[in-house]
């Protein structure tokens, strides 16, 4: 199978800190600290890894402290492509309150890059570029580099024939969006509602809402739309295999709005990164787009039970897929209707 990159202009080191009942402003007692290399491509790429594709990282990492990421990497068979830069790579605290399932981040400055160190990030990420690749661009940019990073990416992406997945927010999502060229639009978006919201500039208040914004991205030519929904599941919005365009030059959409799994809780940290990776793991195997929401469920489930990029055995997420309860639906044309719902 082709090898899957991820891109992490800005990773962290993940410093998890659980205590049941956390009692702001009193002294606290930890039942533990663990420190895990992340940053979204990195977590993306552990769940990868985990699953049995074959992965190679790139993007922007500090030369201190980066003895968690090399670690990782080693451990999971990881290629490691990323671009060296002076520095300490950002910190990120997490508190995880395990009496309530509750976690809270506190985000620290991450190392500046020079203009040099994105150029070099840029070149990288061409070189590496295939027909047919999966590329997996994730997180916030750091201070400094162009918020319209993601699109150049993008466009020198699917000149060389490569598939781009895109999972960022704010400015750099927005920007992404914008793209009038359809070069420079992903192959695969994964926002989440308030994101999906912040980039649109409008409310989302309901599924339906949801569908249409996502079926307009579709038909703008985004592939795949994902919109993750924390405790109420996922939906996801794509253009059929074998579009037929009605009389009004819309396209119709093919989507599925999947529950979640309840499972035993260790961090929320990273869920959406798995399933980031599950959509990524089912496109690359020629899954069906409803076989894709399932996995991608299972992924993210499989994900909740452990601190860090970690996903259970094959088997386990075999388990947890069958488990997904999964409802298809279609979309004809404007004005937006939905023409059939059923579970699968």
């Known amino acids: 199978m082709n090898t899957v990159v991820t891109v992490t202009p800005n990773p962290a080191l993940d410093q998890t800190v659980r205590v049941a009942n956390l009692a702001l402003g009193e002294v606290n007692l930890a039942a533990s600290l663990e420190f895990n290399a992340g940053g979204k491509g990195v977590n993306v790429a552990g769940c990868l890894a985990d699953y049995g594709i074959a992965t190679l990282v ?5 030369s201190d402290d980066a003895a968690a990421f090399d670690a990782l990497f080693a451990d999971k068979q990881i290629v490691d492509r990323f671009v060296r830069i002076a520095g300490r790579p950002r910190i990120n605290v997490k508190l995880v309150d395990t009496a309530r399932d509750q976690t809270t981040d506190i985000n620290l400055a991450t190392s500046l890059p020079t203009a040099a160190d994105v150029d070099a990030l840029e070149r990288r990420v061409v070189e590496l570029a295939a027909p047919g690749r999966w590329f997996v661009l994730a997180g916030s940019l750091p201070p400094g580099v162009d918020v319209s990073f993601y699109r ?28 009038s060229q359809p070069g ?17 500039g409008r409310s989302l208040a309901d599924d339906d809402a949801l569908i249409e914004a996502a079926c307009e991205l579709v038909e703008r030519g985004i592939r795949h739309v994902v919109v993750s929904l924390g405790e109420r599941g996922a939906l996801g919005v794509a253009r059929p295999p074998l579009q037929v365009q009605p009389q009004d030059g819309a396209a119709a959409c093919e989507g599925w709005r999947a529950a979640p799994l309840r499972v035993p809780v260790a961090s929320t940290v990273g869920a959406g990164d798995a399933l980031v ?16 929401g399932r996995r991608a469920t299972a992924f993210a489930a499989g994900k909740l039970a452990r ?32 023409t059939q719902h059923q579970a699968v």
Do not use: C, I, M, Y
């Open 277 to 292: 990776a599950g959509l990524v793991a089912s496109l690359a195997e020629g899954r069906s787009w409803p076989e894709a």
């Open 152 to 179: 150049r990416l993008t466009r020198a992406l699917h000149a060389a024939g490569a598939r781009v997945a895109l999972d960022t927010s704010g400015a750099p999502l927005a920007e992404a969006l914008a793209a």
């Open 184 to 200: 420079e639009l992903p192959d695969l978006v994964k926002p989440n509602r308030a994101e999906l919201e912040a980039a649109l």
């Open 58 to 62: 790139t993007g922007l990492l500090g």
């Open 307 to 338: 601190v860090g990029p970690h996903l259970p055995d094959r088997a386990t997420l075999d388990a947890l897929a069958a488990q997904v309860e999964l409802r298809t639906f279609s979309v004809a044309a404007k004005p937006l209707r939905v």
